[in-house]
């Protein structure tokens, strides 16, 4: 493959597909050059459908550098000799290097769709430069109200792919105007304080330019696009990964003062397919069943292979296998109070575990309903304990989460194998009395509430527990697991190979190779 700057998208304008009810109904206009743009309202909206519908491809890669590298997943057949096992083991173990495939298409998929957004932001006169983002003319005729409903929606979707990036591969290429293959050859990686500057001045834009309209329930086709509390929440969460939660808290207020969204009384009911983009779902990639070409592919993978039909129509891959750890973590007591958030997350067929949280009826393979959540509501209130941090509020937040997930109020028992809120008395033994304590309580609790949801690495990263919760998860499944694998290895040289470099992936060698003109730095470690 070639150089990601010189990829030219090959996708073509479809017809709309009047049934389908999602954001996801029609490809880009992608066969223009780099100095021709959209030019009227509907090719830029229909441009930008395309850019939302780009966001499913890598998901289809992102539980592989999240996930499986965290105490959630494993590569669940120790000795297995497929292909792509070896490859799950690579990120499962940290013994990857800077040839992946998968770290290379993850990267690949993303900035092909960061290039389409890109012409959408050039045709409505989107200037990025010197820590600032502004709207201008463009090419596109429209009003200016459609002018930053559009400009505010793609800005918001390549800041959300900058904020991968770069929690993933530290400073990336900044790539903020559609450029040719010999311009590309002179972009370079920029620091990541640079790479943040402008991921903040789109989501500052985005918020500005979006309608501040509250949450109401809908169906239409527009049911899903980027609002001003989506930008709010992923800006605050920008925030709050840069250790700046002073500023992450007012937008989290806001969000949670007056967008209308809020809690649903049950867990399961936030990932029905039958009521999506409810009030709990602040964005999501959507997805949409039916022969299209826009299905979610999480149901098959994530499925046990030999499973038939019994999990899901046409049979799984087995990925994505969820720990052990994780499985007991979950408090299911045998009397009292039980976590619902485990049946709708996981579930086991032939003693085997597996991801349920994307699974619903299909009728081809590969092909599921099920929308994947970005930014929930829940998330808004956890990340508003985070950024206050020890406290009675938000211990109070942590209890409203674990409230909707079936916790009781403490009288007795045994706290540790039971399902209750966390006692406000501090003379209670069990109640939370330090910031360590905290931080624990609330890792744990988003570890439950987010699981498979892509959140667990950036949590760990985000507050610096990555490298000892990793390492505890390889001692605690070693004998279970690890310790099968052929050639063997000990515990202390699996640990070994997480270091801190290792937290971030490498920058594809195939992009280190491609460009004969600059010299692109490697991420230490590889």
């Known amino acids: 493959m070639r150089n990601l700057h010189y990829i030219t998208a090959g996708l073509v304008l479809c017809?709309?597909?009047?049934?389908?009810?999602?954001?996801?109904?029609?490809?880009?206009?992608?066969?223009?050059?780099?100095?021709?743009?959209?030019?009227?309202?509907?090719?830029?909206?229909?441009?930008?459908?395309?850019?939302?519908?780009?966001?499913q491809k890598p998901l289809e890669f992102e539980w592989m550098l999240t996930d499986l590298r965290t105490d959630n997943s494993k590569q669940g057949v120790a000795n297995s000799s497929a292909a792509i096992n070896f490859e799950f083991n690579d990120l499962d173990m940290f013994t990857l290097n800077s040839s992946h495939d998968k770290v290379y298409q993850y990267w690949l998929v993303t900035y092909k769709n960061i290039r389409s957004i890109n012409y959408v932001l050039k045709s409505l006169g989107v200037v990025y430069?010197?820590?600032?983002?502004?709207?201008?003319?463009?090419?596109?005729?429209?009003?200016?109200?459609?002018?930053?409903?559009?400009?505010?929606?793609?800005?918001?979707?390549?800041?959300?792919?900058?904020?991968?990036?770069?929690?993933?591969?530290?400073?990336?290429?900044?790539?903020?105007?559609p450029v040719d293959p010999e311009q590309s050859k002179q972009i370079n990686r920029v620091p990541l304080a640079e790479c943040y500057q402008m991921i903040e001045a789109d989501l500052v834009a985005a918020k500005n330019l979006l309608s501040q309209t509250a949450f109401t329930?809908?169906?239409?086709?527009?049911?899903?696009?980027?609002?001003?509390?989506a930008a709010r929440a992923l800006l605050a969460k920008v925030y709050l990964t840069l250790h700046r939660g002073a500023e992450a808290l007012p937008l989290l207020d806001e969000v949670i003062n007056t967008s209308g969204y809020g809690l649903l009384p049950s867990f399961a009911d936030v990932f029905s397919i039958n009521n999506e983009m409810n009030k709990e779902i602040l964005f999501a990639v959507r997805f949409k069943a039916g022969g299209l070409g826009l299905g979610n592919l999480m149901a098959n993978n994530f499925a046990p292979t030999?499973?038939?039909?019994?999990?899901?129509?046409?049979?799984?891959?087995?990925?994505?296998?969820?720990?052990?750890?994780?499985?007991?973590?979950?408090?299911?007591?045998?009397?009292?109070?039980?976590?619902?958030?485990?049946?709708?997350?996981?579930?086991?067929?032939?003693?085997?575990?597996?991801?349920?949280?994307?699974?619903?009826?299909?009728?081809?393979?590969?092909?599921?309903?099920?929308?994947?959540?970005?930014?929930?509501?829940?998330?808004?209130?956890?990340?508003?304990?985070?950024?206050?941090?020890f406290g009675n509020t938000s211990l109070?937040?942590?209890?409203?989460?674990?409230?909707?997930?079936?916790?009781?109020?403490?009288?007795?028992?045994?706290?540790?194998?039971?399902?209750?809120?966390?006692?406000?008395?501090?003379?209670n033994p069990n109640a939370i009395t330090n910031e360590a304590q905290f931080l624990a309580a609330l890792l744990n609790e988003r570890r439950l509430e987010f699981a498979f949801e892509n959140q667990r690495f950036f949590d760990l990263v985000r507050t610096d527990q990555a490298i000892a919760v990793i390492k505890n998860h390889f001692a605690i499944e070693f004998d279970s697991h690890y310790k099968s694998y052929r050639p063997a290895f000990t515990l202390a040289e699996l640990q070994a190979n997480l270091t801190p470099e290792k937290l971030l992936l490498p920058i594809p060698q195939r992009e280190l190779d491609a460009n004969d003109q600059l010299k692109i730095t490697q991420n230490p470690g590889y």
């Not at 992608?30 to 780009?54: E, I, R």
């Not at 991968?164 to 591969?169: D, E, P, Q, S």
């Not at 169906?219 to 001003?228: E, F, K, L, M, Y």
């Not at 109070?337 to 619903?360: C, E, G």
């Open 306 to 389: 030999s499973s038939g039909s019994a999990v899901v129509n046409g049979d799984g891959s087995g990925y994505n296998f969820p720990t052990n750890d994780l499985d007991v973590t979950y408090k299911t007591p045998v009397s009292g109070a039980i976590d619902s958030r485990k049946a709708v997350t996981m579930a086991k067929y032939s003693a085997k575990l597996y991801v349920k949280k994307f699974t619903s009826p299909v009728l081809v393979k590969f092909d599921a309903e099920n929308d994947f959540p970005v930014l929930r509501y829940t998330d808004v209130l956890l990340m508003k304990a985070e950024a206050l941090g």
């Open 217 to 229: 329930p809908s169906t239409s086709a527009d049911a899903g696009r980027a609002n001003t509390w």
């Open 129 to 177: 430069t010197a820590g600032k983002t502004t709207v201008g003319e463009g090419t596109a005729k429209m009003t200016p109200e459609q002018r930053n409903q559009l400009a505010g929606e793609a800005l918001f979707l390549r800041a959300y792919h900058y904020f991968n990036l770069v929690r993933l591969y530290g400073g990336v290429f900044l790539v903020t105007d």
């Open 396 to 427: 109070e937040l942590i209890n409203q989460v674990r409230s909707r997930a079936g916790a009781t109020d403490y009288t007795s028992g045994d706290f540790k194998t039971g399902f209750y809120k966390y006692p406000a008395d501090s003379a």
């Open 15 to 55: 017809l709309s597909i009047v049934s389908c009810k999602k954001v996801i109904d029609i490809d880009p206009i992608s066969n223009v050059g780099v100095d021709s743009f959209y030019k009227t309202y509907d090719q830029t909206k229909t441009a930008l459908t395309g850019s939302y519908n780009g966001m």
